[in-house]
């Protein structure tokens, strides 16, 4: 695997308590996002970020915001966590726009 | 919204067997990637063939591209079991950000 370490990759939390996901590359790439993976939709976009303190939407970021201070770390915070929120979260990293991505391990988050 | 649609959404072959995934997407694309994820593991880029590329191999994988047809295809030739995971096409729907539309992906079994 790529330089990217997700963490953690287990947590159960309750509904409305914010949760934050960290994802760590040792690859020095400009380019980091995060996904959610579920069952019938695939994966989608929450946030991607092109550089220090450059992020912007995807497709699904309601109730999500991120963070990327350094090159190498890039948070996702659920603000107040809902049930709908349970998923298997996916970072990935890319060098350029136009180069395939690296995925992390991928953090099972259940909302109960 | 989903921009990749694959099919078959499930293919069960036995080993030695080709098998061909297809993928068609909507939108105008700069490049197509596909990827593979073994069960509760992240995802593994396999290919990316850019829009003015037709045909594009790498080792026992062979991906073609239609832009005409808004169209791919993945074959896996000479399968093993180890070919057992689900495949994913992505495009780059959202012009030259990085940012990934994923299909539903196809569920391929190889059986010994």
């Known amino acids: 695997d790529a330089g990217i370490t997700q963490s953690p990759r287990h947590k159960v939390t309750e509904t409305g308590t914010p949760v934050t996901l960290r994802c760590h590359q040792t690859e020095n790439h400009r380019y980091m996002y995060w996904y959610r993976q579920d069952p019938g939709h695939g994966l989608r976009l929450i946030h991607y970020s092109y550089g220090v303190k450059d992020t912007d939407k995807g497709e699904v970021s309601d109730g999500y915001s991120v963070s990327r201070s350094k090159t190498e770390d890039f948070l996702l915070t659920l603000e107040s966590a809902t049930s709908s929120q349970t998923s298997v979260y996916f970072c990935?990293?890319?060098?350029?726009?136009?180069?395939?991505?690296?995925f992390g391990q991928g953090t099972r988050l259940t909302v109960v | 919204s989903q921009q990749g649609e694959e099919d078959p959404q499930a293919l069960s072959i036995q080993e030695g067997e080709n098998a061909t995934m297809n993928c068609s997407y909507k939108t105008s694309i700069n490049n197509l990637q596909w990827y593979r994820q073994n069960s509760g593991r992240g995802l593994v880029h396999l290919i990316l063939?850019?829009?003015?590329?037709r045909e594009k191999h790498s080792g026992r994988l062979r991906v073609t591209l239609d832009t005409s047809k808004k169209s791919s295809s993945l074959l896996i030739t000479a399968s093993r079991a180890a070919d057992t995971a689900s495949y994913f096409c992505?495009?780059?729907?959202?012009?030259?950000?990085?940012?990934?539309?994923f299909g539903q992906g196809t569920t391929l079994q190889v059986k010994p």
């Open positions: 990935a990293i890319s060098e350029r726009a136009d180069t395939e991505a690296f």
């Open positions: 063939i850019r829009s003015n590329e």
């Open positions: 992505a495009t780059d729907a959202y012009g030259n950000t990085g940012k990934l539309i």
